[in-house]
């Protein structure tokens, strides 16, 4: 589920690692391609973060309109490319034959309490 603010859409992603190739996937993200940053600026993200805590990632990421990103994004082969290369240490996450990217339900925000 997608937390849809006026502006801007803030999604929370949540990938399985194998955990015998932890430290690949960090490796992996130490050059991340200019191509699928590139794209992810073009889509209209404006920030994304990656998070890693044993075998669990958590990206986030806010965006101008997160349907839109997520369909340009899987349409451009680098990041498809990108997608499949460190798919191969996940155990679940981004799914490159059907574009799925996996959200978690939003919650709660401080912003929805009350002073």
């Not at 589920?1 to 996937?25: G, K, N, S």
């Not at 806010?62 to 290369?85: G, I, L, M, T």
């Not at 191969?88 to 799925?100: C, F, I, L, P, W």
Request: aromatic share 8%; net charge negative; with cysteine.
């Amino acid at each position: 589920m997608v937390a849809d603010d006026t502006d801007h859409d803030r999604v929370a992603m949540i990938q399985h690692l194998d955990p015998d190739r932890v430290d690949e996937y960090l490796e992996a993200h130490e050059d991340v391609p200019d191509a699928v940053a590139e794209q992810m600026r073009t889509s209209g993200v404006k920030k994304f973060e990656l998070f890693v805590e044993d075998d669990i990632s958590v990206g986030y990421l806010e965006v101008e309109d997160f349907e839109r990103f997520a369909e340009e994004y899987s349409d451009n082969p680098e990041c498809e490319k990108w997608e499949r290369e460190v798919g191969e240490y996940k155990r679940s996450g981004v799914e490159t034959d059907d574009a799925e990217i996996p959200t978690m339900d939003h919650v709660w925000s401080l912003d929805d309490a009350t002073e």
